[in-house]
């Protein structure tokens, strides 16, 4: 069995303008080093695709949209260096999507935990299915959503507290759209599909320039990520070797084995 760190995929595809990028893991889109190093690099390449006039960031299947970091990946980490570049491949994608000159529409179809609310919130409109519960789940293992944390604060601002300190607790998708994460919430995954359809078509023959200038706007105040993301990369690469976090650790190891 090949190791599930290094399985999934992520393609870009371009039609009339638009630019969908789908991720895809076995383990409930989950997205270990390698899916995040590839999602970033391909955000980054359909920013400079003059073919590309919107992106739609989208996960495959119907029950999870992104299940945050691969838990395969985390219980593997045992020291600092290690620990850092994981949690810097959320930095990395989220810091692509703020850099990124298209706007871009996130698909969510399913649930996003931990870092997939966070890519959720890096977006620059959400559509998402009634399906589409959210949880931030780090401070329950030990760490704390420090990486995503300023992504999600921005685009929902205090919230952010509520789901960050009661992380078991899944918050619903109308939850989610009364707080300004999602524009609109779908019945099912047809009615999101048209309606993302219906969007990324009227952006794709939309002015370019005035789009980008309007997600600069957007994005005001948020230059120093770089750095800032970069630090709570680094404090989570701390944290996960704290003895709570081992312990919790070994204790998933030991169930996932009865």
Known sequence: MSD????????????????????????????????????????TDAGKNDDIKVIVLKSA???AFCAGASFDELLAIDDYPTG????????????????CPKLIIGRIQGKAVGGGVGMASAVDYCLA???????????????????VGPAVERKIGSAMSQMAINATEWRDAQWAQEKGLYADIYETTEELDEAVNELSGKLAAYN???MRHLKNVFW????????????????SGELVLGEFTKNFINNFKNKSKK
């Open 220 to 235: 005001e105040g948020c230059e120093d990520w770089d750095v800032l993301l970069e630090k709570r990369a680094e404090l």
């Open 129 to 147: 299915t009634k399906y589409a519960s959210v949880k931030l789940s780090e401070l329950a293992i030990g760490i704390g959503p420090f990486v």
């Open 208 to 210: 370019p320039e005035a």
């Open 4 to 43: 599930i760190t290094q399985q999934g995929y992520v393609e870009t595809t371009v039609k009339d303008g638009i630019g969908t990028i789908e991720f895809m893991h076995p383990a409930s889109n989950s997205l270990p080093g390698k899916l995040l190093a590839e999602l970033a690099q391909n955000i």
């Open 61 to 63: 299947g119907e029950r």
């Open 84 to 99: 850092k570049k994981f949690f810097m491949g959320f930095a990395n994608v989220i810091n692509a999507a703020r850099k």
